[in-house]
């Protein structure tokens, strides 16, 4: 059995990387690594969706509707007749992009605000944190769909709502690990020696959340393609005739007992993409976590 | 634990899989052909000549027919005061609770709508239709058993109450009643305790047309109204054959009998059942829970077409589809653009796909058997034919540009369209806007609630360049969208050759004049391609089969006529 002193000898003497050290954790990981394999099998399909499906998502058959599943149409044919396979296919881009679009908005607010109220504190802080107080008190998705009906339906709207809404959570995350760094020695020691704020922010105390954050905006992926499906479901995000799973579920309501697949098809989309961003953000999750000790 | 997560999933997904794999095929139903049971004899005509007592009806009801609960699925109901009904729902349980003077039917061959007598038992026109004297059934009571009228002791219904209820019905604020009244009424007074004299300010050729005129104003008692203030919207007292005993929101509606109607009602109780969800309507009939639904989702009609165990009542009133242009935007003021994209657009293979067995061929507002229709709008006006789009286009001055999209001065034809977001306006928008891009327009469709939707197509200053409309299907409804004070001028519709004619069409007696000028006035609007009519489609309602005696109609409920007496054939 090795002591934690075998362990540091042996890393003393073959210096790892920390990020290929976490990247081989999560390589042990079975079902991260399933996970990952999903996610880059749905980029390659969301990226060469031109080229591999059968038709154009939004050509109507009007009178080849409602099929069931055939040769020339694997998922069957929508209401408008057109291909349902196809539509799942470029649906996946819409998702991916809403999913990393929504947290690109969401990090960008939340780490800024974050960074800010953890570590100048005072008046800034009681501020931001006030509101995200606000923010939080109200259901997320209530609140998203009550902005999203003032500022009308549309993709672009439903992204920046989506993203004005879950910062609150990459906020608190920063800022709670921002008060607990910036009272360490490294950061300390280089106040003293005059580094500037921007410095000390951008230098020690960000790369110090990195593993937070990246575990946050894996899970935020995931949720902000869940919430998105749910606001296009009501109507509320991508306008028709845009492929989009949620709006696809909705659209396959009435026909839910006639032909299932049209909602089997793009709710077995949804899942497997948002477990596959899941098991990820798990081994992530592990793999960061430093109550975890991995040897 | 992760492992289990994982199997949980699979077994879901596998079980999922077989669901869907065992579900029953579509198409396999019976070959029995349901019909709406037929009314027992002719019923009187409209409002041309003097009315005569209807068909006697037993006014005791045989014992093997009487007893059960009729129960309704209804997505929602908001109050039952007759002058500010504006939903199906909340009307079927007035024209439930209250009696009016003669009710709409439709007529014994299916084709038309009649009017057959209720409290009015007979009617006369005189000074060319500008005066009606309606000589009153007497012995008629309110109902009883409640805060107004204790047990034993509902009060008779005179001629003062009719002329109340009609003044109230003209005159109340917000009143909701149909402007042809409201526009054409000049008195009511009772000339005796059983004869009303009503005097127009014009003869008023809708006055006895479904949804229109009368037919919507209910006899009330002022007692109650006075009495009960505020609560009277939701507690009201009629003369109808069932009596309203509760409503508990969002959940049911129950009436019983009233056992001192003229006629006494086989069945002894009605509940509407307040189920928001259309499939879920659907699931409940099926499951019994309910056994009846106003309106069948269409896609669900090929499902219960042919099933023995159901009964289909066809509504004998196309209500159309169709896309309205707003005047407000610059490029639409142009005839060529507007023709063009209505040239784009397949009307008659969207609402085929859409309706099946439900669509009805047609264009324009006033579809088959309403006065105004005209069979050959669609081929003369509305055939898709994306040449003479691009003609058209062209001619008007735009061009292509590198998108495909048609552009004129560096301005492509972007344009939002706007629809509600309940089945099937979405789908149908959404095929109309797919092949207006096909065709070069840049249109960003936009679904909205349907509360939004009102306020935006009634709002004057509201610019959404296109909204899809729906509705309007009786006599009279192209009056209320195309005429003077009709929805059509929130979009800029101005045109006062049409609002000459349809101006002239309310007071226009004579049905060949009247077709004529309604026929007229539907060319010019249509000609000038005002909006662009997708087609038509019919409204079925359904019930189970063991329904018998049902004559239906839209708006009202008719469980009980001097036409008919709804009962259960199987308990």
């Known amino acids: 059995m090795a002591t934690l002193e075998d362990i540091s000898k042996q890393r003393e003497l073959k210096p790892i990387n920390p990020w290929i050290d976490k990247f081989r954790q999560i390589l042990h990981n079975r079902f991260a690594v399933l996970g990952l394999l999903a996610l880059i099998l749905l980029a390659f399909i969301a990226i060469a969706a031109p080229l591999i499906s059968p038709y154009d998502p939004d050509v109507m058959d009007l009178g080849n509707s409602l099929q069931p599943p055939s040769a020339q149409h694997w998922l069957g044919t929508d209401k408008l007749g057109r291909d349902e396979f196809t539509r799942v296919i470029f649906g996946s881009r819409v998702s991916l992009v809403v999913g990393f679009i929504v947290v ?39 609140l998203a769909i009550a902005i999203v009906a003032i500022v009308g339906p549309s993709l672009t709207n439903m992204m920046l709502v989506l993203g004005g809404v879950v910062w609150i959570d990459y906020a608190r995350v920063v800022r709670g690990m921002f008060l607990s760094l910036k009272e360490e020695e490294f950061v300390v020691a280089a106040r003293v020696v005059g580094a500037k704020d921007s410095r000390i922010i951008f230098r020690h105390l960000l790369p110090g959340c990195m593993g937070v954050i990246i575990v946050q905006a894996t899970f935020g992926i995931a949720a902000s393609i869940l919430a998105a499906s749910a606001l296009s479901f009501l109507g509320m995000g991508a306008q028709p005739p845009t492929a989009e799973w949620g709006a696809m579920l909705s659209e396959a309501k009435p026909y839910l007992r006639k032909l299932p697949m049209m909602t089997f098809a793009p709710g077995l989309a949804i899942m497997i993409t ?18 975890i000790l991995k040897i | 634990m992760k492992k289990i997560i994982i199997i949980v999933f699979s077994l879901l997904a596998m079980g999922s899989l077989l669901l869907a794999a065992c579900q029953p095929a579509a198409t396999e139903t019976a070959a029995v052909p349901t019909s709406p049971e037929q009314p027992t004899s002719a019923p009187v005509e409209g409002a041309t000549a003097t009315q005569e007592a209807a068909t006697e009806v037993p006014a005791t009801p045989a014992p093997e027919k009487s007893g059960g609960t009729f ?110 009244l409201v526009g054409g009424y000049e008195s009511a007074e009772a000339v005796d305790k059983y004869t009303v004299k009503l005097t127009l ?87 019994g829970d309910v056994d009846d639904l106003p309106s069948l989702p269409a896609e669900e009609f090929d499902r219960f077409e042919n099933d023995p165990n159901y009964k289909l009542y066809r509504a004998n009133c196309p209500f159309s589809f169709n896309l309205q242009f707003d005047f407000k935007y610059e490029p639409f003021q142009d005839m060529n653009v507007r023709e063009a994209i209505a040239h784009a657009v397949d009307g008659r293979a969207i609402m085929k796909n859409q309706y099946g067995g439900q669509w009805v061929d047609g264009c324009g507002i006033a579809g088959p058997g309403i006065p105004g229709y005209d069979p050959d709008l669609c081929d003369k006006y509305f055939t898709y034919d994306t040449t003479k789009t691009e003609q058209l286009m062209t001619d008007a001055g735009w061009a292509k540009n590198a998108d495909g999209i048609w552009e004129k001065d560096g301005q492509p034809l972007s344009f939002v369209f706007e629809v509600w977001n309940t089945t099937p306006a979405p789908t149908i928008a959404t095929a109309a806007v797919t092949q207006m891009k096909e065709a ?132």
Request: proline content about 5%.
């Open chain 1, 104 to 142: 690109g908005i969401a990090m960008s607010v939340g780490v800024t605000l974050g960074s800010i109220a953890g570590y100048f504190g005072g008046v800034a802080d009681n501020i931001i944190m006030r509101i995200v107080d606000v923010v939080i008190a109200f259901p997320f998705l209530i």
């Open chain 1, 274 to 291: 948002v477990l596959a961003i899941n098991f990820v953000g798990d081994a992530l999750r592990d793999a960061f976590d430093p109550r």
């Open chain 2, 71 to 180: 129960t309704y699925g209804a997505s929602a109901v908001v109050q039952f005061d007759p002058p500010f009904i504006n939903d199906d729902p909340s009307f079927h349980v007035a024209s439930l609770v209250h009696v009016f003077l003669f009710r709409s039917i439709l007529s014994a061959d299916e084709s038309t709508m009649t009017t057959i007598p209720e409290l009015a038992s007979s009617w006369d026109l005189q000074e060319d239709g500008k005066v009606v004297i309606f000589h009153l059934n007497q012995g008629w009571t309110f109902q009883d058993g409640n805060d107004v009228f204790p047990e034993g002791q509902g009060r008779e219904i005179t001629a003062d109450d009719v002329v109340y209820s009609i003044d109230r019905m003209v005159n109340i604020d917000g009143t909701k009643s149909p402007s042809d």
């Open chain 2, 201 to 287: 300010k014009e003869p008023d050729a809708v006055l006895f047309a479904t949804g229109r005129g009368l037919t919507s104003t209910a006899i009330l008692p002022k007692e109650a109204v006075d009495q009960l203030g505020e609560d009277w919207a939701l507690n009201p007292i009629g003369g109808g054959p069932f009596e309203f005993i509760e409503y508990v929101p969002d959940d049911h509606v129950t009436l019983q009998r009233n056992e001192d109607y003229n006629i006494t009602p086989y069945l002894d109780q009605v509940v509407l059942k307040i189920i928001p969800d259309q499939q879920v309507q659907v699931i409940s009939l099926e499951a």
């Open chain 2, 440 to 571: 070069g327009f840049d249109v960003q469709l936009t679904e909205v609630e349907f509360g939004t939707w009102i306020e935006d197509a009634l709002g004057e200053n509201t610019q959404k360049p296109m909204m899809m409309w729906s509705g309007f299907c009786g006599e009279g409804g192209m009056n209320s969208y195309w005429g003077r004070n009709g929805l059509s001028r929130g979009w800029g519709f101005d045109n006062e050759e049409v609002f000459t004619m349809l101006d002239q069409a309310n007071v226009i007696v004579d049905p060949t004049q009247r077709q004529d000028l309604l026929q007229n006035a539907q060319d010019i609007i249509y000609g000038s391609y005002a909006d662009v009519p997708l087609g038509f489609a019919t409204n079925y309602e359904i019930s189970n089969a063991r329904v018998e005696d049902y004559i239906v109609i839209m708006w009202f409920d008719n469980l009980v006529t001097a036409n008919n007496n709804v009962w259960f054939s199987s308990k």
